[in-house]
């Protein structure tokens, strides 16, 4: 079992940036892939972006490419993802996900077995 918990989220600017947080609880963080989810209201959640146990392998949903960084630190049992060039369609309820299979990358939601309760991101134009 592991426990999940964002932060960092907040209301900014369109072009602003904000840098989300993930702290996970357990001694096994380093086992799971690791991935943030978002969900816009009225829309299904979609992936955002993913990272490998080791920290060396990533991908992003093309809407965000080249604008988010996600990155993890072992050592602090968390994972983080950087908002640059924010958009109003960027607003949404951010989730943090661990898979614990931890063989790949994925991004299907369902593959992810523990979730974050989430935190709000409001881009305004």
């Known amino acids: 079992q592991v426990q999940l918990v964002e932060s960092g989220g907040g209301l900014v600017q369109a072009g602003g940036s904000l840098r989300l947080s993930c702290a996970a609880s357990g001694r096994i963080f380093s086992r799971y892939t690791m991935g943030w989810f978002r969900q816009a209201p009225m829309k299904e959640r979609e992936f955002v972006a993913a990272?490998?146990?080791?920290?060396?392998?990533?991908t992003y949903a093309d809407s965000v490419k080249g604008r988010f960084t996600i990155s993890r630190d072992t050592a602090k049992n968390s994972v983080y993802l950087q908002m640059n060039s924010l958009k109003p369609e960027d607003t949404a309820v951010y989730y943090c996900a661990a898979d614990p299979s931890g063989s790949s990358i994925s991004r299907r939601s369902y593959e992810y077995d523990y979730w974050g309760q989430g935190t709000q991101v409001t881009v305004s134009s």
């Open positions: 990272i490998s146990r080791s920290g060396g392998e990533n």
